[in-house]
């Protein structure tokens, strides 16, 4: 597998997440959001899409790009606008965790980001990375990405989908 189509994977993983988080934002809004199965919904999201997905794009992927090519450095491409997309699904996610009245308004602008990122990035990389990188740089990011999957046991949160898709679909 190449580390595109492990990230177009692992964006689906993250689609399945919005499809629980959207459920848990109609929940809120008619007062019966359980409060476990949500911070276990918001940890999958912290830990699989940005401590270890993004982590793949952020310091690897993107810093492979960019020492090769150095337009994309500029405020415009392609990868500054994923990076701030990355940081305002932070900071949303951060909204999320407080689990105040505007949970749902959260929920819907992070689906919003998430989606439209998704989008993007499945348009953008492949042509970003057969444009960039030869197959032996393709292959080492490859093998960078099993670094990280092994390391932060990233396939173990989807276990935490599997279960709330249990309880909440």
């Known amino acids: 597998m190449d580390p595109v189509e492990q990230l177009r ?25 359980p409060q476990n199965e949500t ?10 899409a940005d401590i270890g997905h993004h982590q793949k794009e952020e310091d690897i992927l993107f810093v ?6 150095t337009d994309l450095k500029s405020s415009s491409s392609p990868i ?14 951060n909204k999320l965790k407080l ?8 929920v819907t602008d992070y689906n919003s980001l998430l989606q439209r990122h998704i989008e993007i990035e499945d348009e953008v ?7 960039n990188l030869n197959n032996s740089e393709i292959s080492a990011i490859y093998l960078e990405f099993q670094n ?19 309880f909440l679909l």
């Open 99 to 106: 689990m105040d009245d505007r949970f749902s308004l959260f």
């Open 80 to 93: 500054s606008v994923l990076s701030e997309q990355h940081v305002q699904g932070r900071n949303l996610m």
């Open 125 to 131: 990389f492949p042509v970003l990375v057969e444009d």
């Open 39 to 48: 911070d276990k919904l918001l940890t999958f999201f912290k830990n699989y």
């Open 64 to 69: 492979k790009l960019l020492n090769i090519n």
């Open 9 to 33: 994977e692992e964006h689906e993983n993250i689609k399945r997440g919005l499809k629980l988080l959207n459920i848990a934002g109609r929940m809120a809004d008619d007062g019966s959001l």
């Open 148 to 166: 990280v999957d092994s390391n932060l046991n990233l396939y173990s949160y989807l276990k935490i989908l599997d279960q709330l898709e249990v």
